[in-house]
């Protein structure tokens, strides 16, 4: 049979199989979108319904259909599949996306529809190879992790391969060449040997990874193909500069979170000179100097992170962004972790000349629980700023770190977050303190019932980091009705207990369910 023939009978086939079915297309949020699917609509002569903007949309009709992730947001768009024969991703350049980020989504949404059984059609699109060869990687190679070749971090007077690794490489920035030191080269290599090093990246091996929980090398990395718009290992090679800058610069804060230690704040360095309160580490830090920032050399590929302590109350955090507008450098991407609680109008003021900002906003669980657990903080202030620099423009996305605290009821915070914050990404960190861990609750019906109701919510399906991956491990885990370890349980209600009396507050009048959780100590 000749192409030809071949050709004209996978035409009359396709046409056959796709009249009286319902399609998606999801795309860009370029007019291409719309284009593309009338032209495609009218070649196999179906009907074209345009774009779907509202998630209670259910299509009665044959034909084809299109939306996209600016129009409804991934969980919804998960939803919306249902009513679907097929979804296909359309397969247009970068360059008809407003931000790479919004290719990545759509594709990773893709993942999933083809997870849940739906018939999908994306995988031989130009526009996702660079996705599927850098997942194929990351699956295959257990090492490999994208940092080395874009990140700067100093911490406590050394570099860092970034602010999770364990050991750090033994220069600071101003000693070396990034490029060619011959320890980052070391790491490098072994990287793309997939050799593992548990030294430096044991968070990410045993934190998540080893939990089926999304680690920061699989999430970062997929996050900085789609930036910087990397197709190859050969084009890592090409990189001759740190492309992300992540500082620690002081422990100025106004909270006293409960996971926190002296050196990450003042307050909580205060109190536990004054009470002689032990903290997991009670060591001092050398904190990062801005000054290893080449203000200069920032452009909108470029990212800048900022933690502390607390951002907002941070004078070298002010000094910086002044610098910044008086160079006229105002275009990088520029996020601040911050907890919310206050946001000047001089700060506000200083944000609204940065045109790629982002804040990634701690809520550690649904009103009390937060309060709680992030002493000193106030859920609604929190949310109150949090649209304030939402309504400015800025980009949100929360932080909630899962532990022993907000396990029974993240639920809350989950359908909160669908209500008031559809839009923004949510980011699930594991709490690195054991007594507090998220694996230690004692009452395993009631995780499991707070995780059912997690996967019934659109959050649970952000194109944020591990949350997904996160709800399904702790799911998993509470199912299988591990045994608690009391001993940890114990260390943690002294603990605990130790703060309280501090600082005349009562477990029970927050979060009851875990007070009720002494009875499991014999
Ligand atoms: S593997 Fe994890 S710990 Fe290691 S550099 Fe990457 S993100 Fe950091």
């Keep these: 049979m000749s192409l030809l023939h071949k050709y004209i009978i996978n035409l009359i086939l396709n046409k056959f199989m796709i009249v009286n079915k319902k399609v998606l297309y999801l795309g860009s949020n370029s007019t291409d979108t719309d284009l593309q699917v009338k032209r495609l609509a009218a070649q196999y002569n179906v009907t074209a319904h345009g774009l779907i903007e509202s998630e209670s949309f259910i299509p009665n009709d044959p034909g084809f259909y299109h939306t996209s992730l600016t129009d409804l947001n991934s969980g919804a768009i998960i939803n919306l599949a249902k009513y679907f024969d097929a979804i296909h991703l359309l397969d247009q350049p970068l360059d008809q996306w407003s931000h790479s980020k919004l290719l990545l989504t759509t594709y990773r949404v893709m993942v999933e529809l083809e997870k849940l059984g739906h018939e999908t059609f994306y995988k031989n699109n ?75 990246c044991k968070v990410c091996y045993n934190n998540y990874e080893n939990k089926n929980i999304e ?90 992170y900022l933690t502390g302590g607390e951002p907002t109350v941070m004078t070298e955090v002010y000094e910086f962004m002044e610098k910044c507008i008086k160079l006229k450098k105002v275009d990088f991407d520029f996020t601040l972790g911050i907890n919310g609680q206050k946001i000047s109008k001089k700060f506000l003021n200083l944000c609204s000349h940065f045109t790629n900002m982002s804040f990634s906003v701690s809520l550690d669980g649904y009103g009390l629980v937060n309060d709680y657990w992030r002493w000193g903080s106030n859920f609604d202030t929190i949310v109150k700023n949090t649209h304030l ?97 009391i001993a940890l349980l114990k260390k943690f209600f002294e603990m605990n207990d130790r703060l309280d009396q501090i600082r005349n507050v009562r477990l029970k009048d927050y979060i009851p369910e875990l007070d009720e959780c002494r009875k499991y100590i014999v």
């Design 126 to 200: 130009t526009n996702i190879q660079k996705f599927i060869n850098f997942d194929h990687l990351l699956k295959n190679n257990k090492s490999f992790c994208i940092y080395p070749w874009i990140n700067l971090v100093e911490a406590d007077g050394n570099l860092n391969l970034c602010a999770r690794s364990a050991k750090k490489i033994n220069t600071t920035a101003g000693e070396i060449n990034w490029k060619t030191n011959p320890e980052y080269q070391k790491i490098r290599q072994a990287m793309l040997k997939g050799e593992l090093l548990p030294d430096y």
């Design 215 to 304: 680690s920061y090398r699989e999430f970062e990395t997929r996050e900085w193909v789609a930036k910087l718009d990397i197709h190859s290992l050969e084009d890592l090679d090409k990189i001759e500069r740190p492309y992300y800058y992540e500082l620690r610069l002081g422990n100025k804060c106004n909270l006293m979170c409960r996971s926190c230690v002296p050196m990450h704040s003042s307050l909580i360095e205060r109190e536990s000179k004054k009470f002689n309160v032990i903290h997991q580490s009670t060591k001092s830090i050398k904190y990062s100097s801005i000054d290893i920032i080449d203000v200069n050399s920032l452009t909108s590929k470029t990212r800048v």
């Design 389 to 485: 620099l939402e309504d400015q423009g800025h980009s949100i996305s929360i932080n909630c770190v899962p532990g022993i605290y907000n396990v029974t009821n993240l639920h809350l915070l989950f359908e909160f977050l669908d209500q008031e914050f559809p839009n923004c990404g949510l980011y699930l960190q594991i709490n690195h303190i054991s007594e507090q861990s998220v694996f230690n609750h004692p009452n395993n019906s009631l995780v499991v019932k707070s995780m059912e109701k997690c996967k019934k919510t659109r959050a649970y399906y952000t194109d944020g980091k591990s949350v997904k991956t996160c709800i399904d491990s702790l799911y998993d885990h509470y199912s299988n009705d591990p045994v608690c370890d």
